[in-house]
């Protein structure tokens, strides 16, 4: 059974309006993830939840069954809400069926150093919280140890991003730092190699050793890595593009490099 809410008034109600800003977000410690498929996969993967908010139409339908399970089984509770006012609190159109309240979690910057030659991607200023979601569901898939944000970045935690990213934010171990040129430094002192993309690079990819503790460095869509980093790092390297296009999606270099990386790995282990 799920408790009903028919209150725009409701703390949970209004729990899920504030976790609509950054702000919100930040200072409750908390994110939404929407539709079945996220929901129950932070269920699957032990995240903390808060709560599932889900409409009575979804509650209804078989479909909901093995999820309202394994909530219950979790002793996570559940609410009921009409479509409309689903509607009015979630901007999703259309309206997601179920929500579920989250814990927001980062690591602290230290600790993404941590571990025998990690794989780690910086990602520089993304602007468009689009493309950060499917670059960090590509690095999920890949299989990265750590991914660290530069904190102008876009919320990795905001409703795009998490859609985009298929729920990646739930399992990544990911960090913010504000002084990135700081942290960089730590890490070279720690035996890390920087690599830094650049349209203007002079190392091909295929030529650069990963298989030793890596930080990777992708920029903004449009400015690229900003120069202090890049003044950073050990390698500035480029994709080799043999058609007419000058560049790529951040998404899609951001995994192109990650996936190099994993390849050399899992061939040296051979």
């Given at each position: 059974?799920?408790?009903?809410?028919?209150?725009?008034?409701?703390p949970i109600i209004e729990l899920l309006r504030d976790l609509q800003t950054e702000k919100g977000r930040e200072e409750f410690g908390q994110f939404y993830v929407e539709?079945?498929?996220?929901?129950?996969?932070?269920?699957?993967?032990?995240?903390?939840?808060?709560?599932?908010i889900c409409t009575d139409k979804y509650a209804a339908s078989l479909n909901s069954g093995p999820l309202l399970d394994v909530a219950r089984a979790a002793g996570v509770?559940?609410?009921?809400?009409?479509?409309?006012?689903?509607?009015?609190?979630?901007?999703?159109?259309?309206?997601?069926?179920?929500?579920?309240?989250?814990?927001?979690?980062?690591?602290?910057?230290?600790?993404?150093?941590?571990?025998?030659?990690?794989?780690?991607?910086?990602?520089?200023?993304?602007?468009?919280?689009?493309?950060?979601?499917?670059?960090?569901?590509?690095?999920?898939?890949?299989?990265?140890?750590?991914?660290?944000?530069?904190?102008?970045?876009?919320?990795?935690?905001?409703?795009?991003?998490?859609?985009?990213?298929?729920?990646?934010?739930?399992?990544?171990?990911?960090?913010?730092?504000?002084?990135?040129?700081?942290?960089?430094?730590?890490?070279?002192?720690?035996?890390?190699?920087?690599?830094?993309?650049?349209?203007?690079?002079?190392?091909?990819?295929?030529?650069?050793?990963?298989?030793?503790?890596?930080?990777?460095?992708?920029?903004?869509?449009?400015?690229?890595?900003?120069?202090?980093?890049?003044?950073?790092?050990?390698?500035?390297?480029?994709?080799?593009?043999?058609?007419?296009?000058?560049?790529?999606?951040?998404?899609?270099?951001?995994?192109?490099?990650?996936?190099?990386?994993?390849r050399q790995r899992s061939v040296s282990s051979e």
């Amino acid at each position: 059974m799920t408790a009903k809410i028919d209150s725009q008034k409701h703390p949970i109600i209004e729990l899920l309006r504030d976790l609509q800003t950054e702000k919100g977000r930040e200072e409750f410690g908390q994110f939404y993830v929407e539709g079945p498929m996220i929901v129950l996969r932070a269920l699957e993967y032990g995240v903390r939840i808060d709560s599932i908010i889900c409409t009575d139409k979804y509650a209804a339908s078989l479909n909901s069954g093995p999820l309202l399970d394994v909530a219950r089984a979790a002793g996570v509770p559940a609410y009921a809400v009409t479509e409309g006012l689903m509607g009015k609190i979630i901007p999703a159109k259309p309206s997601p069926g179920v929500v579920a309240i989250v814990e927001r979690k980062l690591h602290s910057p230290a600790d993404i150093l941590a571990g025998t030659s990690p794989l780690v991607v910086m990602i520089d200023r993304c602007e468009n919280p689009d493309n950060l979601g499917m670059l960090l569901r590509s690095l999920d898939a890949a299989g990265v140890d750590g991914v660290v944000l530069t904190d102008d970045s876009v919320d990795p935690f905001s409703r795009l991003s998490v859609r985009a990213s298929r729920g990646s934010v739930l399992s990544l171990n990911m960090s913010v730092v504000d002084q990135p040129e700081h942290w960089l430094e730590d890490a070279k002192l720690r035996g890390f190699q920087i690599m830094a993309t650049s349209a203007h690079g002079s190392v091909g990819l295929w030529t650069v050793d990963l298989k030793r503790s890596t930080i990777i460095v992708v920029g903004n869509e449009h400015t690229g890595v900003r120069d202090s980093i890049r003044q950073m790092a050990d390698i500035l390297t480029v994709i080799p593009m043999s058609g007419k296009m000058e560049s790529l999606n951040i998404a899609v270099s951001g995994a192109i490099l990650a996936y190099e990386a994993v390849r050399q790995r899992s061939v040296s282990s051979e």
